[in-house]
């Protein structure tokens, strides 16, 4: 098993940052991918970014250019920058991984999930 523990959200005023942190313990070796998700009040859980095991990276097309993810995998970490936050980035950001190979989007590929951290973007 793995376990994910997220830190870092809170409440931010638009345009400001975040840093989100997720600290991966267990059976780490299993898993080659870690993502993170968002889900916002009644809208489904949606993909925000990924990263493989040497640093390849995947974003949503809605953060790009605004979110930067990265990983320190000695200290098993992955981590996700949020620059020039919006309103509409409000949800809770879940940290996500599997064991499979390729920057996948869908949550259903993804063995792990941590218990969230809520993001608030104020206007």
């Known amino acids: 098993q793995v376990q994910l523990v997220e830190s870092g959200g809170g409440l931010v005023q638009a345009g400001g940052s975040l840093r989100l942190s997720c600290a991966a313990s267990?059976?780490?070796?299993?898993?080659?991918?870690m993502g993170w998700f968002r889900q916002a009040p009644g809208k489904q859980r949606e993909f925000v970014a990924a990263?493989?095991?040497?640093?390849?990276?995947n974003y949503a097309d809605s953060v790009k250019g605004r979110f930067t993810i990265s990983r320190n995998n000695a200290k098993n970490t992955v981590y996700l920058q949020m620059n020039s936050l919006k309103p509409e980035d409000t949800a809770v950001y879940y940290c996500?991984?599997?064991?499979?190979?390729?920057?996948?989007?869908?949550?259903?590929?993804?063995?792990?999930w941590g218990q969230g951290t809520q993001v608030t973007v104020s206007s």
């Open positions: 267990g059976r780490t070796f299993s898993y080659n991918v």
């Open positions: 996500a991984a599997t064991s499979a190979s390729g920057l996948h989007q869908s949550s259903t590929w993804y063995n792990y």
């Open positions: 990263i493989t095991s040497t640093g390849t990276t």
